[in-house]
C-alpha cells in the first residue's frame, strides 16, 4: 500500500497517472479517479466545511448521494462551484478548491459558529430577525445573504457550450447494474428500441446487444407528462477545456421505462457523526473494489443489518485491519460472525457508538457495550450502515406517494408514473436482510447529526416537534431538513424515524416528503442551451416585397411600443420614425 492506494485491485488505469491541484496543492490519482477517490489515495480526509456551522466535512460516500465533499472545478469564467468530489473525474491540468470556509480550509475562523450552535437551533432565522423592523433591510438582509450558499459563482458569462436534443424509444432504462442491464437486454431481443442511461463513467466495457442507445454518465433527473424524461449528459465534464459542448439536456420520449436506480445506504447517527472519516460502509466497499483505494488502515464497522457483513471479506482481502464490528441488533447473525471470524475481527452485539473521538477526522470510537460499561476503540474510519433505501425518487415526481414496507424497514414505490415499472433494489427486492430498524443510537454527547449538508441533528428534529412542527413537511421547512443539494438522499428516512419516535407513532402513518425534480443539480446553462445572447429569443427579419428580398434586419419598434412592418425604402413614402417628426 503506497499511501491509501492499494498495491492492486480496483478498475481505474494504473498505467496512466493524472496530476491535479486540489486547494493549491499538487496531487497524483490515475485515469479512473474521482476527485474523491484521488484525494483519499492522497491521504486527504479534510474537504470542506459544513454550511452552518462550518465544522469539519470529508467525504461520506461515493455517489451522487454525497452530502458533504461540495467543492469548486476550474477557475475563472469557468468556475463551477457545488460539484461533488464523488462524481467529478480528475484529468490532467484539474483546478479543484474547497469551499464555505474562511481564508483556509484547516483553520476557519467561521467555525466559532460551533459555538454559537445553542442560539442557532432548528428555525432560529424565524425567531432572531424579528425586531426590529427596521433592522431587516439594513442588517438582517444582507447579512443573510453574504451567509447564503456554499460555492462562490463565476460572476462572469458562462463560456461553456451547451446542447438540447431530443430522443425516442421504446423503452428508456434508468440504472446499468445488472438488474438495468438485464431489463435493456430483454427489451432489445423482442426488437424494441431501447435508451440505457446510468449516471457514472463507466470503467469497464459493457457488452450489450444491438438495439440498445447506451448514454454514460447521464442522469435522468425527471418525469413529466406523455412518457417524457428530462437527463443530463455530462459530455467533456471529465475532459481538460475544450471547443466540445460541456453538457447536453437530452428528452427522452418513451413508449415505457424501467427504473432499476437500486438502492442507497443510509447511516446511524451517533455523537460527533459527521467527522471527516464516518462514511457510509458500501462507499468504503466502493473505493476498494473500484478504485483501488482503502479510505483508512484501521476500520470500524457499525451495522444494524447483514447485508452490509459484506465489507468485512471486502476489507480482510485488501489487507486493511477491521478493529471491530459494532452490531446494534441484540444478537449478532451468523453471517456477521463468519465473515468477522475469518478476518479475526471481534464483534460487539447489542452494542452503539456514542461518539466518534478525533479534532479533523476520526481517531476512535467510544462504544457502550450491551453489558454496561464503554469502550474506547481506536479507528481511523468508521464505517456506517442503517440499512438500504430504494432509490425511487423518480417515482414520485407524478405525486406518487412511497409506501412503508415493515418487513425490510424503508419505503417502496407506491402509484407510479404512467408506463413505469419498478425492478431490482429499486421495488425493494433483496434489500436489508435481517434488520432491525436503528436511526439513532440513543446517546447525546455532542451533536448528533442527520442532514449533514445543511447541520440539522436529531435534537433540531425533536426540538420542532416540540414547537409544533410534527408534520413531515413543516418539519422540512422549520429545520431545512432535506432543501440541501443532496434532497437529503441519507438524511430523510433517518429524520422521519426520529419523528416517528418522538410523536410515537409508525413511520409509515408520520409520511415522507414528497420528491419532486430536478433529482440531481442541474447548470441553468444546460437548461439554456444554446439560447443565450442574442439568441436567447428569435430574431425576425423584414420580408421581401414587389419582389425584391427584405432588408435582413430586425423590425423596428416605434417609442410608443405598436410594432409595425417596415417598407424597404421608407423615404419613398415619407415616412419618418417619430423621434424625427
Known amino acids: ?86 462524481m467529478a473525474e480528475i484529468f490532467e491540468g484539474l483546478e479543484a478548491a474547497s469551499q464555505n470556509r474562511g481564508p483556509s480550509l484547516k483553520y476557519d475562523p467561521l467555525a466559532v459558529n460551533n459555538l454559537l450552535s445553542p442560539f ?201 485491519n477491521i478493529a471491530g464490528v459494532v452490531d446494534a441488533r441484540p444478537a449478532s447473525s451468523d453471517v456477521v460472525h463468519e465473515a468477522a471470524r475469518a478476518a479475526n475481527a471481534p464483534v460487539y452485539a447489542g452494542a452503539a457508538i456514542i461518539r466518534a473521538t478525533g479534532w479533523q477526522g476520526v481517531s476512535g470510537a467510544k462504544i457502550r457495550l450491551a453489558k454496561g460499561g464503554d469502550l474506547a476503540l481506536p479507528c481511523d474510519i468508521i464505517a456506517v450502515s442503517g ?46 436482510a435481517n434488520i432491525q430498524p436503528v436511526f439513532h443510537s440513543g446517546f447525546f454527547p455532542g451533536k448528533s447529526f442527520l442532514d449533514l449538508q445543511n447541520d440539522v441533528t436529531v435534537k433540531d428534529v425533536k426540538l420542532a416537534e416540540q414547537e409544533g412542527f410534527a408534520a413531515v413537511e413543516h418539519l422540512k421547512r422549520y429545520t431545512t431538513l432535506g432543501m440541501a443539494t443532496d434532497q437529503g438522499k441519507t438524511s430523510n428516512v433517518n429524520a422521519i424515524g426520529v419523528l416517528a419516535q418522538t410523536l410515537g407513532k409508525g413511520i409509515g402513518e408520520t409520511g415522507t416528503t414528497r420528491f419532486r425534480p430536478p433529482y440531481v443539480p442541474v447548470a441553468i446553462g444546460a437548461l439554456a442551451g444554446a439560447h443565450t445572447g442574442k439568441e436567447f429569443k428569435p430574431t425576425r427579419l423584414t420580408p421581401p416585397m414587389n419582389g425584391r428580398p427584405g432588408w435582413g434586419r430586425p423590425l423596428w419598434k416605434p417609442a410608443f411600443g405598436c410594432a409595425r412592418n417596415i417598407s424597404p425604402n421608407p423615404a419613398r413614402i415619407g415616412w419618418k420614425p417619430r423621434s424625427a417628426r
Not at 478498475?11 to 490519482?29: I, N, Q
Not at 461515493?62 to 472545478?73: D, K, R
Not at 413529466?224 to 475532459?239: I, S, V
Open 1 to 86: 500500500m503506497t499511501g491509501f492506494r492499494l498495491a492492486q485491485g480496483g478498475l481505474v488505469d494504473r498505467a496512466s497517472p493524472v496530476k491535479f491541484r486540489f486547494d493549491g496543492k499538487a496531487y497524483t490519482g490515475f485515469a479512473g479517479d474521482t476527485l474523491a477517490s484521488a484525494l483519499l489515495a492522497s491521504g486527504v480526509k479534510l474537504v470542506g466545511r459544513s454550511f452552518k456551522y462550518h465544522r469539519p466535512r470529508g467525504v461520506f460516500a461515493s455517489g451522487s448521494e454525497e452530502p458533504n465533499a461540495l467543492v469548486e472545478l476550474r477557475a475563472g469564467a469557468w468556475r463551477e462551484p457545488n460539484t461533488r468530489a464523488t
Open 120 to 320: 442557532l437551533s432548528a428555525g432560529f432565522y424565524y425567531k432572531t430577525f424579528m425586531w426590529p423592523a427596521s433592522f431587516w433591510e439594513k442588517l438582517y438582509e444582507p447579512m443573510i445573504r453574504r451567509a447564503a450558499g456554499l460555492g462562490r459563482n463565476a460572476g462572469l458569462p458562462d463560456p461553456d457550450i451547451y446542447e438540447k436534443t431530443t430522443e425516442f424509444c421504446d423503452v428508456l432504462v434508468i440504472g446499468a447494474g445488472a438488474e438495468g442491464i438485464a431489463a435493456a437486454t430483454q427489451a432489445a431481443a423482442t426488437g424494441q428500441r431501447v435508451i440505457l442511461c446510468d449516471e457514472n463513467a463507466p470503467l469497464v466495457p459493457i457488452d450489450l446487444p444491438s438495439g440498445v442507445e447506451f448514454l454514460a454518465r447521464t442522469t435522468v433527473f425527471g418525469v413529466y407528462d406523455g412518457g417524457t424524461y428530462a437527463a443530463l449528459q455530462r459530455l467533456t465534464d471529465h475532459l481538460p477545456s475544450s471547443n466540445a459542448p460541456r453538457q447536453r439536456l437530452v428528452r427522452i420520449v418513451a413508449g415505457r421505462s424501467v427504473l432499476a436506480t437500486g438502492a442507497l445506504e443510509r447511516p446511524i447517527a451517533f455523537g460527533h457523526n459527521d467527522l471527516p472519516g464516518v462514511m457510509l460502509s458500501r462507499a468504503v466497499g466502493d473505493y476498494v473494489t473500484r478504485y483501488g483505494v482503502a479510505p483508512g488502515r484501521n476500520i470500524l464497522l457499525y451495522l444494524n443489518n447483514d447485508d452490509a457483513a459484506g465489507l468485512i471479506p471486502v476489507l480482510h482481502q485488501a489487507g486493511v
Open 387 to 432: 440499512g438500504f433505501n430504494p432509490n425511487l425518487a423518480l417515482t414520485s415526481h407524478f405525486d406518487g406517494k412511497p409506501v412503508w414496507d415493515g418487513a425490510i424497514a424503508a419505503f417502496v414505490p407506491g402509484s407510479l408514473p404512467p408506463c413505469m415499472s419498478v425492478v431490482g433494489k429499486a421495488a425493494g427486492q433483496g434489500l436489508n
